[in-house]
């Protein structure tokens, strides 16, 4: 049996902490570049991470159905916002989706709508860094919208649906259990290693 808490944790960290493989460039890529890039190039941490147990009733990707038990919602100190799936593939441990953008709107406390403008996507035959696969980000068009709030403890639904510029297709129905969502604030720090040139 998989223990998904422990790889959707580390699959989180693997999405937004710090990579220290290369320096950004000094020149402004295009925005295609800046997305296919993104995995490899320093990121600021995590500022919120809230975790919620459930099932996923709809779980989709390029056209193959999939189960969850848990969603992660990341939200980066630069603003950027990731609803992160580890899917139960048996076939690959580390086959984790991300739905991110930025500019999150909540038009009411119980409504969260996420502009979706590209898919993070992980999986066992990725490049590892520090013995950690480093997720693809594919330029993508969709949105996630959440019922309910962290705050009050009660989530009815996250729904996501998106498609990536190859034409691959990725929905999510996810629907909390009664167990508590385990909200972290977290308190990002100054990297402690100096990146050499």
């Known amino acids: 049996m998989r223990c998904f808490p422990t790889l ?8 937004v902490l710090p990579t220290p493989m290369r320096a950004q460039q000094p020149t402004a890529p295009s925005a295609e570049a800046a997305v296919a890039n993104e995995p490899t190039q320093q990121r600021l ?14 779980l989709k990707v390029a056209g193959r159905d999939f189960a969850c038990r848990k969603v992660a919602y990341v ?9 992160t799936i580890a899917l139960e593939d048996f076939a690959d441990q580390n086959h984790i989706i991300s739905f991110s953008g930025e500019n999150g709107q909540r038009p009411n ?12 996507i992980n999986s066992s035959d990725r490049p590892k860094v520090d013995g950690l696969p480093v997720p693809v980000a594919v330029s993508s068009s969709g949105r ?15 729904v996501c649906s998106a498609t990536d510029n190859h034409g691959q297709k990725y929905e999510l129905r996810f629907e ?14 100054a990297p402690s290693i100096r990146q050499n040139g």
Do not use: W
């Open 109 to 120: 406390e119980n409504l969260y709508d996420l502009t979706v403008d590209r898919m993070l």
């Open 45 to 58: 941490g995590t500022d919120l991470l809230a975790l919620m147990t459930g099932k996923c009733s709809t």
């Open 144 to 158: 996630c919208v959440q019922l309910g709030n962290f705050a009050s403890g009660h989530v009815l639904s996250v």
């Open 75 to 83: 939200h980066s100190v630069e603003g950027r916002v990731y609803f």
């Open 176 to 189: 909390p259990d009664d167990s508590p969502i385990a909200v972290r604030r977290v308190n990002p720090s």
């Open 8 to 15: 959707l944790l580390t699959s989180v960290v693997a999405l």
